[in-house]
């Protein structure tokens, strides 16, 4: 199991009033996302327990570009994966930051 770990700055506070969402199930190779938020400021957390170890730049790559073009500013997203692919990463991440900005 690898743990990894990324802080990073976003362009602006993720919108929406949304607490806290849990997107995803581990099973399978999928991944669970579970976000929250965290502070006022443009600051964004990354956790991530993985079974699949020495994948740390694709990770590093992935987080990165969600962060571009999400700017979940204020939110710390801490994931269990079970081994998914690059593209349901971000899919995880991108519904878990909609959760959050659509909950009333």
Do not use: H, Y
């Not at 919108?15 to 999928?30: C, D, P």
């Amino acid at each position: 199991m690898e743990t990894l770990s990324f802080s990073l700055r976003a362009e602006r506070v993720l919108r929406g009033t949304g607490r806290q969402a849990i997107v995803g199930v581990v099973a399978s190779g999928n991944l669970e996302v579970l976000a929250e938020r965290i502070e006022d400021g443009t600051g964004c957390r990354v956790e991530v327990s993985t079974a699949a170890e020495g994948f740390g730049d694709v990770w590093k790559a992935v987080v990165g570009d969600f962060v571009e073009r999400v700017s979940p500013g204020g939110v710390c997203f801490s994931i269990n994966d079970g081994g998914a692919r690059p593209d349901t990463v971000m899919l995880r991440l991108m519904q878990a930051a909609r959760v959050l900005e659509s909950a009333s």
